[in-house]
């Protein structure tokens, strides 16, 4: 069955810390993982996707399939990044067809 | 383009109402999708069509929900008869490329 697991509910960390949001997923066959972030007051709305290996606004994730794995990571946060974050499976050559996780939410203190 | 589009933004109704939400998708997607949002399970995928056609409706959770889309620029999730255990963010989102666009979701509440 497909799943996918955000272990922390809330995550509260300083302005300038590392961030981590941990995503594990389950699916037999070739996913392909995505995060999608909800800002407040916006849309739910992609901030990356594991095939196209960018950085964006300095955050990334590795696809680890020995962990099955897809945990979303920044060096430095800032306080705009704020949010909240759902890690997302699809199988891959299938129909878009995403299965969230139950999402995370990072808030950053200044 | 001014993305997908939902109506209403809030629906405040009593339980036994029916009520109806409406999408209307980015045009040229030709996958639309309706998500429920709610505090204790996250975002659940209700069912999605490809060209107008469902393709998986097995998140649908009983007969009182049902989904049509009759053309390429409009969908509905109805609910019919509306309890108080439906209340949540309904969100429609279309995609083309696999990356999904959301609409600003409808806030449903059943008293």
């Known amino acids: 069955a497909q799943r996918v697991t955000q272990p922390e509910k809330l995550l509260s960390v300083f302005k300038g810390a590392p961030v981590e949001l941990k995503c594990n997923y389950s699916?037999?066959?070739?996913?392909?993982l995505f995060w999608y972030v909800q800002y407040s007051r916006q849309r739910l709305q992609l901030l990356l996707r594991h095939i196209s290996r960018e950085s964006i606004k300095g955050f990334t994730a590795d696809l680890n399939k020995g962990e099955t794995s897809f945990h979303l990571k920044k060096p430095f946060a800032q306080e705009e990044d704020s949010a909240m974050y759902y890690c997302?499976?699809?199988?891959?050559?299938?129909?878009?067809?995403?299965?969230f996780g139950s999402g995370t939410r990072l808030l950053v203190r200044p | 383009d001014a993305g997908v589009i939902q109506s209403p933004r809030h629906e405040v109704t009593e339980m036994g109402q029916e009520v109806t939400l409406r999408c209307k998708p980015i045009?040229?997607?030709?996958?639309l999708f309706w998500y429920r949002q709610t505090m204790m399970r996250g975002l659940e995928l209700l069912i999605y069509?490809?060209?107008?056609?469902?393709?998986?409706d097995s998140g649908m959770p009983e007969d009182r929900f049902s989904a049509k889309m009759p053309n390429a620029s409009f969908s509905t999730l109805k609910i019919q008869p509306s309890e108080p255990r439906d209340s949540a963010v309904y969100f429609c989102?279309?995609?083309?490329?696999?990356?999904?666009?959301f609409g600003e979701g409808s806030r449903l509440t059943v008293l």
């Open positions: 045009s040229g997607h030709d996958y």
């Open positions: 989102a279309s995609s083309r490329t696999g990356e999904l666009f």
């Open positions: 997302a499976l699809s199988g891959r050559g299938s129909s878009y067809k995403l299965i």
């Open positions: 069509f490809n060209n107008n056609v469902p393709i998986d």
């Open positions: 699916y037999s066959g070739s996913p392909e």
